[in-house]
């Protein structure tokens, strides 16, 4: 059997896999199990399930899959200012768009037709009829 890390309190297993760039592709060091290959990183989560259901009769249907990639030189702190930034980005465009609810169904309690709303908001009549219904 294998050695599995477990998180506490849950009932599946948790994998961490270290992937490693090398000319034929991504080596995945699954953490206490073993290695394997895949050419490329889109495959790699199933491709660590299969080695862990094959070679070792291990269910993964709930198991979680942490990974950690090996880049190049400098490139971790970009990567990961790239996805700080892309997170940023996403929670304002949510929080914009919890407020252009609010406002929209604000001006409509107010009496402001759909018509002005949607001059005033600077979407159209059809968007302010969506967000109305939206809510």
């Keep these: 059997m294998v050695a599995v890390r477990t998180t506490a309190g849950a009932q599946s297993a948790t994998y961490t896999v270290h992937a490693v760039r090398w000319e034929g592709g991504w080596e995945l060091h699954v953490d206490g199990v073993g ?3 895949v050419a490329q990183l889109s495959k ?9 259901e094959t070679e070792f009769e291990v269910d993964t249907i709930d ?9 190049p030189d400098g490139l971790h702190s970009e990567v990961k200012k790239a996805k700080e930034s892309a997170d940023a980005a996403a929670k304002a465009q949510a ?3 919890a407020m252009t609810r609010q406002a929209v169904n604000d001006l409509k309690r107010r009496g402001v037709s759909q018509s002005d709303i949607a001059v005033v ?6 968007r302010v009829s969506q967000l109305l219904h939206s809510s």
């Design 63 to 71: 198991a979680h899959l942490n990974f950690d990639f090996e880049l």
């Design 35 to 37: 290695v394997t290959q």
């Design 44 to 52: 790699a989560a199933q491709q660590v399930r299969n080695y862990l």
């Design 121 to 126: 908001m600077g979407v159209s009549k059809a």
């Design 95 to 97: 929080e914009a768009a």
